[in-house]
């Protein structure tokens, strides 16, 4: 029988076959690099949902509060995504037959979480991550009064959620060395614990209340550069809330 391959495609069929078994291993160390980069790059785009959920209509037209459906964003380490009974207590009376809530019709009828109509992928897509190595805690910052929009841009605007922040640790640093440019007193409204003020913006937002130069930025999701003055205050707060600066960029404070 005629030979099919020359010595020499023998050796690059060999060749192959070895860049073949070296792939997979290559691909997961290359995976555990790229993982955690499409997640802090892709800031800005909006991510496919099994429901188009629009911020922008349910926080800021309608005004219902972030902690109607995000309960434990004050309590607890995470934020919380609401259940189908949260869309349920409105949409079983209003916007009934509306094709886009089939999902969440579908999912209140069979008791099973929400799921992507076209592909049957269950759950919402999550946008803002952090490795598991990394731990993070929603309640201490609403408590000293760090705004979402400071971590998640401005989701009060938005019709697709989308990545406010890449959350590289280099970002987190620069807070936790200078928290002082992230804590402010709502001039307006002097009287708010730092939690109220983070929710009480929202509704100066929904209501159109003249805002100042700090809360315009956040409003916009850009970053801010406080004046002189305002690191000041900053500082101040810094003390009043006895918040410990000199320890919280240590490694323990974020890997456990
Ligand atoms: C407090 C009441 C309330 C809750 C709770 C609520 N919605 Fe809505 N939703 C509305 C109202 C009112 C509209 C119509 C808003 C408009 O178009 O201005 C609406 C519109 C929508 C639409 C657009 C429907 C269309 O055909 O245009 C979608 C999708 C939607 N809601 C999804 C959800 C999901 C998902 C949840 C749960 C996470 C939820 N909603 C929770 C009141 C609510
Ligand atoms: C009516 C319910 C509802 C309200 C009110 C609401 N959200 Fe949401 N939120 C959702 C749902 C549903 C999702 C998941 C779908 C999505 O990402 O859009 C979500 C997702 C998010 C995410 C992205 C979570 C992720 O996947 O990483 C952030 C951040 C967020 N919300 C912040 C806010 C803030 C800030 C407010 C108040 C200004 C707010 N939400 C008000 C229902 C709500
Ligand atoms: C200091 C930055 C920061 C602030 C302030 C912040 N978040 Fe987050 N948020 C994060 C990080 C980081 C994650 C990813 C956490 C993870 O992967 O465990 C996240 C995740 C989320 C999620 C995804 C689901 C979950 O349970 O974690 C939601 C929803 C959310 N945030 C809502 C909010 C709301 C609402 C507020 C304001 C009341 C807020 N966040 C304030 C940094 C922040
Ligand atoms: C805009 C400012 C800001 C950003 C951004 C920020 N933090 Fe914080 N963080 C704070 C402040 C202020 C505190 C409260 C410290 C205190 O009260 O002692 C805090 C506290 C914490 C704590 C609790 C510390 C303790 O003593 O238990 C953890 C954990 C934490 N941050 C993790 C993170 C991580 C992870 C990120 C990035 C994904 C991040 N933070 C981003 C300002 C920030
Ligand atoms: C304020 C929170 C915070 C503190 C403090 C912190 N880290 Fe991180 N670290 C993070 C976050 C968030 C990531 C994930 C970054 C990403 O996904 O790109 C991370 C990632 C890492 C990684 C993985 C590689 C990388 O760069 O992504 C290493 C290693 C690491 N941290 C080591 C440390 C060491 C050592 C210290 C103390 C000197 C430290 N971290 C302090 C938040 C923190």
């Not at 886009?100 to 999912?107: A, K």
């Not at 009828?109 to 999550?126: C, M, Q, Y």
């Not at 590289?168 to 402010?184: G, I, N, Q, V």
């Not at 209501?207 to 970053?223: I, N, P, V």
Request: hydrophobic content about 35%; glycine content about 6%.
């Amino acid at each position: 029988m005629a030979r099919l391959f020359s010595p020499v495609a023998n050796t690059i069929a060999r060749a192959s076959l070895v860049a073949a078994v070296a792939l997979p291993v290559g691909a997961i160390v290359m995976g555990s690099v790229v993982s955690r980069s499409p997640a802090n790059t892709n800031v800005g785009v909006a991510f496919d949902q099994p429901v188009p959920f629009s911020h922008a209509h349910h926080a800021t037209e309608l005004g219902i509060d972030c902690r109607y459906c995000h309960t434990s964003v004050t309590k607890s380490s995470s934020a919380g995504i609401p259940s189908t009974e949260t869309c349920m207590s409105c949409h079983s009376q209003i916007w009934t037959d509306s094709p886009l809530l089939e999902p969440v019709r579908q999912s209140w009828a069979d008791g099973k979480p929400i799921r992507f109509a076209s592909t049957g992928e269950v759950g919402w897509n999550r946008i803002a991550k952090v490795p598991e190595f990394v731990y993070f805690n929603h309640s201490i910052h609403i408590a000293r009064g760090i705004s979402c929009n400071e971590c998640h841009g401005n989701i009060q605007e938005q019709h697709m959620t989308a990545k406010g922040k890449p959350f590289f640790m280099k970002w987190c640093l620069d807070c936790h060395r200078k928290p002082e440019k992230a804590l402010y007193v709502d001039e307006q409204q002097p009287e708010l614990t730092p939690q109220e003020k983070v929710f009480a913006f929202y509704r100066k937002i929904q209501e159109g209340a003249k805002l100042s130069a700090r809360e315009l930025a956040l409003k916009k999701g850009r970053d801010y550069q406080p004046t002189s003055q305002e690191l000041q205050k900053g500082l101040e707060l810094v003390q009043a809330m006895d918040i410990k600066v000199k320890t919280l960029a240590d490694c323990y404070i974020c890997h456990r």
